[in-house]
């Protein structure tokens, strides 16, 4: 197993320690969290250290997953994409085999990812989401829980589609957009 560090130990951490468990593919050493979490235990891992201690981690042989969430958007997991990041894909997710899945991004247990569509890299592609065929997301871009993109549609970089929110197809969601909760874009 190749060895991952995460970045954030809050609730997305939870989230994502669950789903890198089952992926079976990395072995986590320790998370990087803030200075009065040091020491402290996350579902059975340690946080060994804050983001200036990150540096001291590098080699070609670790893997890292920003595992800070995106709802006040993606502005504080922007400051890692220099690192060598861990694409991770839950073992309970659909992805078609005629899809791109860049680095840093994890798609979450129960998501489906449909032919010929690509998700750029630092995304987080949440439990349930819904992409349909021919759709492009970009860069560092947050698809909540059971939300549904509709076939042919190019999500620009920064966005973050809330939970439950439904797009219709053949549609352009310009970059640093926020798509409220079970909202409808047209």
Do not use: W
Not at 16 to 42: P, T, W
Not at 63 to 76: A, D, H, R, S
Not at 108 to 130: E, F
């Amino acid at each position: 197993m190749k060895n991952i560090y995460l970045i954030g130990g809050g609730g997305h951490c939870h989230s994502c320690i669950d789903v890198i468990e089952q992926e079976n593919k990395y072995e986590i050493k320790g998370i990087f969290d803030l200075s009065s979490n040091i020491g402290k235990d996350i579902l059975g891992y340690k946080v060994i250290g804050t983001d200036n201690d990150i540096n001291s981690y590098i080699n070609k042989d670790n893997y890292f997953l920003v595992t800070i969430g995106q709802i006040g958007g993606p502005e504080k997991r922007l400051d890692y994409l220099q690192l060598n990041l861990a694409t991770v894909i839950s073992p309970r997710a659909y992805v078609s085999k005629n899809s791109t899945i860049e680095s840093g991004t994890i798609i979450m247990h129960d998501a489906i990812i449909n032919a010929n569509t690509k998700i750029g890299s630092n995304c987080i592609i949440n439990s349930k989401a819904l992409i349909e065929h021919d759709v492009i997301i970009g860069n560092n871009c947050h698809i909540s829980t059971a939300a549904v993109v509709n076939g042919s549609v190019i999500v620009g970089n920064d966005t973050f589609i809330g939970s439950g929110a439904i797009t219709k197809n053949n549609i352009m969601i310009p970059e640093k957009s926020f798509v409220k909760a079970n909202s409808t874009v047209k």
